[in-house]
């Protein structure tokens, strides 16, 4: 039977009175602060997990719908964990999770996806999303470095009901098997650059036609002063020509930004891009493992967001960005819940960057980290209105996902926000 409007229960940011609804709380619209999103546990997955297991070193990419999360590592996880129970992947792989999750945006519920053919490495990948195909590029197994990989795998994830990644045979001059490398997909080219082997670091740029499935190494350093050095875990942002390097390092050296590594794929060559600094906070510190989006604002400006990582002495909370066309660093006022880095972030079409996981130091005056499965989000743009009128309405009924197509749009919801509810049934 179909629910009645009267059957529609709110959360707790409203309270019920004589037939009206209040808000106990009112909905705002805050760009650039970030906000827990509590996932909904009202149903349990393939093995009875609700939510992923907390992790680092995973990767996760997303859409306006979905956010899904590849891989991960965890070696706290103690044997006789619940949430571990009747997994095979697990049993066999452990610490590393052979997974993919999703969560839907709107509805905050996470789903365990059954995927056939998932890679074996599952740690430092590269993840894209283009369109609808997940793309996932290099990784390592453990112990890190002993068995890496050069392979590139595709999930449609349109083919909800039949999903399965499935190897690129390649030829061509294929880059070495590394991890911790970066990846830009433009236009049919996949661009991957550095990496590690676990003992050598490189910043090699090699190029991929997914038409004819064939490997073009574009540059190879040679350790030239005119050359930035190798290095792992580092991010990259792209304005369509020039593929610009933002931090990394190795296990002992961590990358600036004041002078910023750019790849001019014109003339295939390296340029230092000399940047402007923050006119109070001058320059991010120099760090690898922390996250990076880009996204282009309502002006058509083009800017990168970097948040968190790692020094080897220091773990960072900061948030900055950079414009893309002036090389402005702009330190933003409020940065992440805490100190991360091994974490993971991805921006939707919309301009909301989503943060998950990683290792978390909760309490900065102790060095000892820990895995979270945290995930927040921010804003930083300022969307059309009706995105805006969409999270007033997710804030005030976070119970959208348990009526009927019918009734939410009779109620006055368009259909393509019904759309995102029915994605995650």
Same mark, same amino acid.
């Given at each position: 039977?179909?629910?009645?409007?009267?059957? $529609?229960?709110?959360?707790?940011?409203?309270?019920? #009175?004589?037939?009206?609804?209040?808000?106990?709380?009112?909905?705002?619209?805050?760009?650039?602060?970030?906000?827990?999103?509590?996932?909904?546990?009202?149903?349990?997955?393939?093995?009875?997990?609700?939510?992923?297991?907390?992790?680092?070193?995973?990767?996760?990419?997303?859409?306006?719908?979905?956010?899904?999360?590849?891989?991960?590592?965890?070696?706290?996880?103690?044997?006789?964990?619940?949430?571990?129970?009747?997994?095979?992947?697990? =049993?066999?792989?452990?610490?590393?999770?052979?997974?993919?999750?999703?969560?839907?945006?709107?509805?905050?519920?996470?789903?365990?996806?059954?995927?056939?053919?998932?890679?074996?490495?599952?740690?430092?990948?590269?993840?894209?999303?283009?369109?609808?195909?997940?793309?996932?590029?290099?990784?390592?197994?453990?112990?890190?470095?002993?068995?890496?990989?050069?392979?590139?795998?595709?999930?449609?994830?349109?083919?909800?009901?039949?999903?399965?990644?499935?190897? $690129?045979?390649?030829?061509?001059?294929?880059?070495?098997?590394?991890?911790?490398?970066?990846?830009?997909?433009?236009?049919?080219?996949?661009?991957?650059?550095?990496?590690?082997?676990?003992?050598?670091?490189?910043?090699?740029?090699?190029?991929?036609?997914?038409?004819?499935?064939?490997?073009?190494?574009?540059?190879?350093?040679?350790?030239?002063?005119?050359?930035?050095?190798?290095?792992?875990?580092?991010?990259?942002?792209?304005?369509?020509?020039?593929?610009?390097?933002?931090?990394?390092?190795?296990?002992?050296?961590?990358?600036?930004?004041?002078?910023?590594?750019?790849?001019?794929?014109?003339?295939?060559?390296?340029?230092?891009?000399?940047?402007?600094?923050?006119?109070?906070?001058?320059?991010?510190?120099?760090?690898?493992?922390?996250?990076?989006?880009?996204?282009?604002?309502? =002006?058509?400006?083009?800017?990168?967001?970097?948040?968190?990582?790692?020094?080897?002495?220091?773990?960072?909370?900061?948030?900055?960005?950079?414009?893309?066309?002036?090389?402005?660093?702009?330190?933003?006022?409020?940065?992440?819940?805490?100190?991360?880095?091994?974490?993971?972030?991805?921006?939707?079409?919309?301009?909301?960057?989503?943060?998950?996981?990683?290792?978390?130091?909760?309490?900065?005056? =102790?060095?000892?980290?820990?895995?979270?499965?945290?995930?927040?989000?921010?804003?930083?743009?300022?969307?059309?209105?009706?995105?805006?009128?969409?999270?007033?309405?997710?804030?005030?009924?976070?119970?959208?996902?348990?009526?009927? =197509?019918?009734?939410?749009?009779? #109620?006055?919801?368009?259909?393509?926000?019904?759309?995102?509810?029915?994605?995650?049934?």
């Amino acid at each position: 039977m179909e629910n009645s409007e009267k059957d $529609v229960k709110y959360n707790s940011n409203c309270y019920f #009175s004589k037939g009206f609804t209040f808000p106990k709380v009112i909905y705002s619209f805050k760009p650039y602060k970030f906000v827990k999103c509590l996932p909904v546990t009202s149903r349990s997955n393939n093995n009875g997990q609700q939510i992923p297991i907390p992790r680092s070193g995973h990767r996760i990419a997303c859409d306006n719908v979905n956010l899904y999360s590849y891989g991960g590592f965890n070696p706290k996880v103690s044997p006789g964990d619940r949430r571990t129970e009747n997994d095979e992947d697990w =049993d066999n792989y452990k610490p590393l999770f052979r997974e993919v999750w999703k969560l839907n945006l709107a509805s905050r519920i996470w789903t365990k996806l059954s995927c056939a053919h998932i890679p074996d490495v599952l740690a430092s990948n590269a993840v894209t999303l283009a369109g609808n195909v997940l793309m996932v590029f290099g990784g390592t197994g453990v112990p890190f470095g002993a068995h890496c990989s050069n392979d590139l795998y595709l999930c449609d994830l349109s083919k909800q009901n039949n999903l399965s990644f499935t190897f $690129v045979k390649a030829s061509g001059d294929v880059p070495s098997p590394r991890y911790g490398q970066a990846i830009v997909f433009h236009n049919k080219y996949l661009y991957t650059v550095g990496g590690t082997t676990g003992y050598e670091y490189s910043l090699d740029i090699h190029c991929l036609d997914l038409q004819s499935k064939v490997w073009e190494q574009i540059y190879v350093c040679n350790t030239g002063c005119e050359e930035p050095p190798g290095r792992y875990r580092h991010e990259l942002a792209f304005d369509g020509n020039r593929i610009f390097v933002l931090g990394g390092g190795t296990a002992e050296v961590a990358y600036g930004f004041e002078v910023i590594p750019s790849f001019n794929l014109m003339i295939r060559g390296w340029e230092s891009i000399k940047t402007v600094p923050d006119s109070e906070h001058k320059y991010p510190l120099a760090r690898r493992c922390h996250s990076c989006v880009q996204f282009s604002d309502i =002006d058509d400006k083009l800017y990168a967001y970097i948040i968190g990582g790692y020094n080897k002495y220091m773990v960072f909370k900061d948030v900055w960005r950079l414009d893309l066309t002036t090389f402005q660093w702009n330190k933003l006022c409020d940065s992440y819940p805490y100190p991360i880095y091994f974490h993971t972030s991805a921006i939707t079409p919309n301009g909301k960057v989503y943060t998950f996981g990683g290792n978390a130091n909760f309490n900065p005056s =102790d060095s000892v980290s820990c895995r979270t499965a945290d995930v927040y989000a921010m804003w930083v743009t300022i969307p059309k209105l009706k995105e805006i009128c969409w999270e007033a309405l997710l804030f005030y009924s976070n119970n959208l996902h348990m009526y009927s =197509d019918s009734f939410l749009f009779n #109620s006055g919801i368009p259909s393509e926000f019904i759309q995102r509810i029915n994605n995650s049934r």
